[in-house]
């Protein structure tokens, strides 16, 4: 029932989101907007207010906005020619198609800002390890040092150390660190050591050879740094999602890694029991996964209505219809496939639970 709620909540919230984007952005050029609906298929609650229709619809896999004159076979009067979309300048028409998902990356910069001012646990700047024969242990660093300074820059998180010793690209660094309640100063350089980035791939990066404390403690930040660390948080989850397309495509990351909407439900589930921060942070991170996803460049999502118009603005003219409706029809197509796809992967990751749920309770 939980992961129910917790799915309504999720998917409600995102698709709300995403569609506003649209449809302020057309209600701004005062193009005339007939319906907006939360959802698919039959209609459940409306209300129409001017000439829109407001609605939430059965299925809640989505949403749409739709707008006077999308297509040149509705007959129109001559005033609402002028407000239709169609007759609208490409650039303009490329807002309101853009609007949906950066309100989506807009949401994700709310929310973390939001987190970082209400407060985050997060990893001290206290050594709980320090590797034998590492660089750290050589120099002298011991389990419970507290490092305060690193180049004369303050830290107070592990991130913050990490990035340093990352960014030596190894030269010596200066740690200043407090043992005890007594200063030390310690010249430590980093030295370059095979690892394995997120992706499982192998690479070579700068260490030297400690570990956290396993200790949180709850940063709250002003209102600006939060934003700054939230445009930052952003900007890192966008770009990860982008390499994780990549490297998908490149056959780096199983295709088997995708997840459906029984993945995020059960995702949504387990974040919401966790605790409401849990939640609208996999809120944020989803609000972005959809704002990537709905920019790629494939007919019938937002990416591929601005290469449309891409192709406009350098022709000068539209894209005929034919080739237009082919490339939706193709588009249309390959994203029923993939969500068949993920549906079946889904479905075989529950299956695999479920068997070892039972293989568990019958070898207690």
Do not use: C
């Not at 302020?24 to 459940?44: D, E, N, P, T």
């Not at 229709?53 to 009067?77: F, H, N």
Request: glycine share 10%.
């Amino acid at each position: 029932m939980r992961s129910i709620l917790a799915i309504i909540i999720l998917l409600g919230v995102l698709i709300f989101v995403h569609e506003i984007g649209h449809f302020l952005a057309a209600k701004y050029f005062r193009v005339g907007i007939l319906k907006f609906s939360l959802g698919f298929g039959r209609r459940l609650v409306g209300k129409k207010i001017g000439e829109t229709e407001y609605v939430v619809s059965l299925i809640p896999l989505g949403g749409y906005v739709k707008l006077l004159g999308e297509t040149e076979e509705e007959p129109l009067t001559e005033d609402e020619k002028k407000r239709s979309f169609l007759a609208q300048p490409v650039w303009k028409r490329a807002i309101i198609v853009l609007s949906g998902p950066l309100f989506n990356f807009l949401l994700a910069v709310i929310i973390f800002a939001g987190a970082y001012m209400w407060g985050i646990p997060t990893l001290t700047n206290e050594v709980g390890l320090v590797a034998a024969n590492g660089a750290a242990q050589e120099a002298g660093l011991m389990v419970g040092d507290v490092i305060v300074k690193i180049n004369d820059s303050p830290v107070t998180r592990w991130d913050q150390i990490a990035e340093h010793v990352v960014k030596s690209e190894g030269r010596p660094i200066k740690m200043t660190v407090n043992r005890g309640g007594e200063k030390r100063e310690f010249s430590i350089t980093p030295r370059l050591m095979k690892d394995k980035n997120i992706f499982g791939e192998e690479i070579e990066t700068y260490k030297i050879g400690v570990g956290p404390a396993k200790k949180l403690v709850i940063e709250r930040l002003d209102p600006f740094s939060a934003l700054f660390r939230s445009l930052k948080q952003t900007w890192f989850i966008t770009k990860m999602t982008l390499v994780s397309i990549v490297k998908i495509l490149e056959g780096v990351l199983s295709p088997r890694t995708l997840g459906g909407p029984i993945l995020i439900a059960q995702m949504a589930g387990e974040q919401a029991k966790s605790g409401i921060l849990s939640f609208i942070l996999f809120m944020a991170i989803l609000s972005i996964n959809l704002g990537v996803l709905n920019l790629l460049p494939i007919p019938v999502l937002d990416g591929g209505h601005l290469v449309f118009y891409l192709i406009e603005a350098v022709r000068g003219k539209e894209m005929s219809v034919k080739w237009r409706q082919r490339a939706q029809q193709i588009g249309f197509i390959l994203l029923v496939i993939l969500m068949i796809y993920v549906m079946i992967i889904d479905i075989e990751r529950l299956n695999n639970e479920t068997v070892n749920k039972i293989t568990e309770f019958f070898t207690k």
